[in-house]
């Protein structure tokens, strides 16, 4: 008989995420940070985001101003540079942290993103100082808004996000008897229980992968099917 407890409830984004502790006896438990899902297309994305303000930093040391405008597209593409490359490495490519536990009655996971305590804060500043800057530039020269008005619309849209940000714990868990298919991706590192529509994701060390399949095949089906290949999230 599976024994649970029930230790705590939290609402992430007008959902209920409770941790239900497994009480069987631990057979494995790590911690390790890992992106969520493939990094190759979003990257890209940001790649070519990346290309706005530095047009606009080129454009205002080649353009043809009038009354010294130039200097504000240098400062709007110079901390737009900053601003999306810090958006791009601290909030895109920001990692997981994923803290595992497998019992003998199946396994549970607690996980959170790899931030700071005072992250939160920090996101709500940036936010402002986004805003603050495209307004101010929008009142020296109101032809500022059509140069703008992506930008204008992108720092709107993530103050919104930002300031409502939190950087809360979210679990999920499974038993042994949940899933008749498992995935393994030795690339990301990854071992991917299946059964439509329920997913449990495991990121494992490279050198604890094989360890992890021989524990969980103990208390798998024996019908379970066991695939190597990438595992598309």
Request: hydrophobic share 45%.
């Amino acid at each position: 008989m599976v024994e649970l407890s029930e230790n705590e409830t939290q609402d992430v984004d007008g959902q209920e995420h409770v941790k239900l502790v497994l009480k069987g006896a631990t057979l494995m438990s790590w911690t390790i940070k890992a992106h969520p899902f493939p990094m190759l297309l979003l990257d890209a994305v940001m790649a070519i985001g990346t290309l706005f303000p530095i047009g606009l930093l080129i454009y205002s040391y080649v353009g043809e101003f009038t009354n010294d405008v130039e200097i504000y597209w240098r400062v709007l593409g110079f901390f737009g540079i900053l601003i999306w490359l810090f958006l791009w490495l601290r909030g895109a490519r920001q990692k997981t942290v994923y803290k595992y536990r497998i019992t003998d009655q199946g396994g549970e996971l607690e996980y959170w993103e790899d931030y700071p305590e005072n992250m939160g804060a920090f996101f709500k500043w940036l936010s402002g100082i986004s805003l603050f800057i495209v307004i101010c530039l929008i009142a020296v020269d109101p032809a500022f808004v059509w140069g703008l008005a992506g930008p204008l619309g992108i720092a709107v849209t993530g103050a919104k996000f930002f300031l409502k940000w939190e950087n809360k714990k979210k679990y999920n868990w499974f038993f042994w008897d949940d899933f008749d298919h498992v995935i393994i991706d030795r690339k990301r590192n990854v071992v991917v229980f299946l059964d439509h529509p329920l997913v449990f994701e495991a990121f494992v060390e490279k050198n604890k992968i094989d360890r992890y399949l021989e524990t969980i095949r103990t208390y798998m089906s024996s019908n379970t099917r066991y695939v190597e290949g990438n595992w598309k999230n």
